[in-house]
């Protein structure tokens, strides 16, 4: 039984850098194959995935957002943190983290979401 | 990459069939049989309904079928039901670009 939950801070500056940590359980990132990916949606809007780490330690970036993205895994603890610099109003959003596996291409199971607002 | 087109809203009264479109280029939705759509609704995470273009995991309703000509993935909800009322969005991996891309979505309401 997978599931995921993200945490991390409700509320930041402008410039600040957020940090959000997704913990999982029901799977493992030693696993081959499995990856952990975040996916973002500001208020009333659509689904936009940001990034993906994979068991391997390869990772994936949104080309638009890849300058300011750190993903990073921690299999010790079964969690991915995912760091993004200079946070900016349109930054706000729900980030959702999700698991996926490298030869499936989607992803299937979804944490509850975690909403970050930006402001001064 | 851009997002992929959806249209807005669409809305069928309970039992009809409607279905969603979704938009791409040959080097994604066209080029690739990984087109996945999500269902969710109102203050909820995304639930996988499609994957894979045409296939449904485990415990997703048969009224839910996808399929894709060309540049364009379709999701179709047939039976249409109350608890069908929700957001849905398509989504597209390219392995060439090694990139995910979500749809723009589109609002489904059952008159």
């Known amino acids: 039984h997978i599931t995921l939950k993200e945490s991390g801070p409700t509320l930041v500056k402008p410039t600040q850098t957020l940090t959000l940590t997704c913990t999982f359980s029901?799977?493992?990132?030693?696993?081959?194959?499995?990856?952990v990916g975040w996916i973002r949606q500001p208020p009333g809007k659509a689904l936009e995935w940001l990034a993906l780490?994979?068991?391997?330690?390869?990772?994936r970036y949104s080309p638009s957002l890849k300058s300011r993205l750190t993903i990073t895994k921690d299999t010790s603890k079964n969690q991915v943190v995912l760091t993004m610099t200079n946070m900016d109003p349109v930054d706000t959003a729900t980030y959702y983290c999700?698991?996926?596996?490298?030869?499936?291409?989607?992803?299937?199971?979804w944490g509850q979401g975690t909403r970050v607002t930006v402001s001064s | 990459q851009s997002a992929l087109t959806q249209p807005a809203s669409v809305s069928g009264s309970p039992g009809q069939s409607i279905t969603i479109s979704c938009t791409g280029t040959?080097?994604?939705?066209?080029?690739?049989?990984?087109v996945s759509w999500y269902q969710q609704h109102p203050g909820k995470a995304p639930k996988l309904m499609i994957y894979?273009?045409?296939n449904r995991p485990s415990g997703v309703s048969n009224r839910f079928s996808g399929s894709k000509s060309g540049n364009t993935a379709s999701l179709t909800i047939s039976g249409l039901q109350a608890e069908d009322e929700a957001d849905y969005y398509c989504?597209?991996?390219?392995?060439?670009?090694?990139?995910?891309?979500f749809g723009t979505g589109t609002k489904v309401t059952v008159l």
């Open positions: 999700a698991h996926n596996y490298d030869i499936f291409n989607y992803f299937d199971f």
């Open positions: 029901g799977f493992s990132l030693i696993a081959s194959g499995a990856g």
């Open positions: 780490v994979y068991w391997d330690d390869n990772k």
């Open positions: 040959s080097s994604d939705v066209g080029g690739y049989t990984y």
């Open positions: 894979d273009v045409n």
């Open positions: 989504s597209s991996y390219s392995p060439s670009s090694t990139q995910y891309v």
